[in-house]
């Protein structure tokens, strides 16, 4: 795909610069994509083949990591690699980057196309506990896990995050330099579908806290834009023909030209063509902690809940002998009214270090936290800091909160875990959402086979009744759903008749083409199929 991309540019520069009066920068990126075709003809530099399959995801990720996020320039060779997350506002679009005493701008995306456009994806981000659900199938939801009814509600074009192309320049205007002094508006988002489970962390026998630990969770990074002064960030336009992002209404103008003048675009984009208002997005699937602790009496609800994300991360790293960027997380509005804000920790690297699955463990989560109070000067004959400082909780990396930390706020909850214990529960949660699911079923052997799966100790659906689209067409509602890609069909007496089964086959076929994986469960193999079940969860 990456070969062809770059042969149908080279094909386009031939054709432009066959004009005159055309930029002579031109012929500098024909040179460029003229090496790298044989570069990749040859298998050289970044085309070794081991490192090709890796990125494409053929090779396990703990061996071969995915390729980053790559930044070419018009007029070199060379390119430079980012993790994606921090791609996300590095290379974002607009964004200037200074490399070997030059000035590049970037100006073009080289996303992943499917049928000739784009490949954008819906994605709808729930209102009130700010979890974002991805895709044609889950951006259609009627109401969010919370509860929160989403029908009126539509959801934003997103664009995976792809490899970027910089262009030289030797001037900005004020324009550019106010937005680039502004920044990005970056946000993190829990998404659900991977394996929870919750425990209790009680101390002197009395309950705490709720620790979900999740396994191949997700969270989402959405860029929604460049940052407005008094407004909220209105995404960023991309034209769909040629790739070119365009930051102002009075670049898209110039773009797609007027009724009387021929537009910018090489490739002659109309209005239509500009798909407006996207957010780049970067998908992360690890292992999570999703920590529900409640306000402590007379707490302000920022300084606490930021102070003790912060205190945990700290912690966690000094602790079990991370880096910075192996353990991150961040805030979501909190699911009951004394718990105002959830704590969500993640794990970066590709496979995970283990760090957050651990914390089940007895004595590991007594540890942390004796780590916690000595790094917040607890018992440090000199009194230790005011606040914070760079000895506890501040570092280059959570500068925008610097204001936000003050150590004396959670010591005290620290302290209250004195001999803390963690104990695993089923959790009012799971026996809400199984009552939910139980409600939803339709037939009498669909609420056997629920039961069956609870009976098992095995992971609950995140869905029942679920609807799966073919773009706008709905083709097959599955009995349960399990994100991302799993759908269990309950098939009772109805499906014994032949044209019943001619139908389900036909359905099922269509699924299997969208990448959907398929479990059906009959009443003669309840036993098998949950074995199956159970297997496929992991």
């Known amino acids: 795909m990456e070969y062809r991309r770059l042969d149908e540019e080279r094909e386009e520069l031939n054709r432009l610069l066959g004009r005159e009066g055309v930029d002579p920068g031109l012929n500098r990126r024909r040179v460029v994509v003229e090496g790298k075709l044989q570069a990749m003809r040859e298998g050289e530099g970044d085309w070794y083949l081991y490192r090709y399959l890796g990125g494409e995801g053929f090779l396990p990720g703990y061996a071969f990591p995915p390729q980053a996020t790559v930044l070419s320039f018009d007029d070199r060779e060379d390119e430079l690699a980012r993790d994606p997350a921090i791609a996300l506002t590095e290379y974002a679009p607009g964004n200037f980057v200074y490399y070997r005493g030059q000035r590049y701008e970037v100006t073009y995306a080289r996303p992943r196309t499917r049928q000739m456009q784009p490949d ?200 079990f002998n991370l880096d910075e960027n192996e353990l991150d997380g961040f805030l979501a509005p909190g699911p009951e009214a004394d718990i105002l804000c959830r704590l969500i920790l993640y794990e970066t690297t590709v496979g995970g270090s283990g760090v957050l699955a651990s914390l089940a463990e007895q004595g590991r989560l007594h540890k942390a936290v004796a780590r916690a109070r000595e790094l917040l000067h607890e018992g440090d004959p000199e009194g230790g800091c005011e606040r914070a400082c760079y000895d506890c909780l501040l570092s280059f990396y959570n500068q925008r909160d610097h204001e936000l930390l003050d150590c004396q706020l959670v010591l005290p ?74 759908l269990i069909f309950v098939d009772g007496s109805p499906h014994y008749r032949e044209y019943v089964q001619a139908a389900d086959e036909r359905q099922r076929r269509r699924l299997r083409a969208l990448g959907y994986r398929i479990l059906a469960i009959t009443p003669e193999d309840i036993a098998e199929r949950l074995e199956e079940l159970a297997s496929r969860l992991g």
């Not at 009387?260 to 992360?284: F, K, S, V, Y």
């Not at 799966?453 to 869905?463: F, G, H, K, V």
């Open 413 to 486: 909850f620290l302290q209250s875990l004195e001999g803390a214990v963690t104990e695993r529960v089923s959790g009012e949660h799971e026996a809400e959402w199984f009552e939910r699911l139980l409600s939803q079923c339709q037939s009498s052997f669909e609420r056997d086979v629920l039961r069956a799966i609870c009976d098992a100790e095995l992971r609950l659906p995140d869905e029942a009744q679920k609807t799966v689209y073919d773009g706008d067409e709905p083709i097959a509602t599955s009995d349960f759903f399990y994100a991302p890609r799993l």
């Open 120 to 319: 954008v994806e819906p994605v709808e981000v729930c209102p009130a506990c700010e979890r974002a659900y991805l895709g044609p199938q889950e951006a259609r939801r009627a109401a969010c896990f919370c509860g929160q009814n989403l029908s009126g509600f539509h959801p934003r074009q997103a664009l995976p995050l792809s490899d970027m192309y910089a262009w030289r320049r030797a001037r900005i205007t004020a324009d550019e330099e106010e937005r680039l002094r502004l920044g990005y508006e970056v946000t993190e988002h829990y998404m659900a579908g991977g394996h929870r489970i919750t425990y209790q962390v009680s101390a002197k026998g009395s309950p705490v806290f709720h620790l979900t630990l999740e396994h191949d969770g997700r969270v989402l990074l959405l860029n929604r834009g460049a940052r407005q002064r008094e407004a909220e960030p209105r995404g960023f336009t991309l034209c769909s023909k040629c790739h070119r992002w365009l930051m102002t209404e009075e670049a898209e103008q110039k773009h797609i030209g007027t009724p009387t003048q021929r537009g910018e675009c090489p490739r002659n984009a109309q209005a239509e063509d500009l798909i407006r208002g996207l957010w780049l997005m970067q998908t992360i699937q690890s292992d999570l902690a999703l920590l529900d602790i409640p306000l402590p009496d007379g707490a302000e609800v920022e300084l606490f809940y930021t102070t003790l994300l912060q205190t945990w991360l700290r912690a966690f790293m000094v602790t």
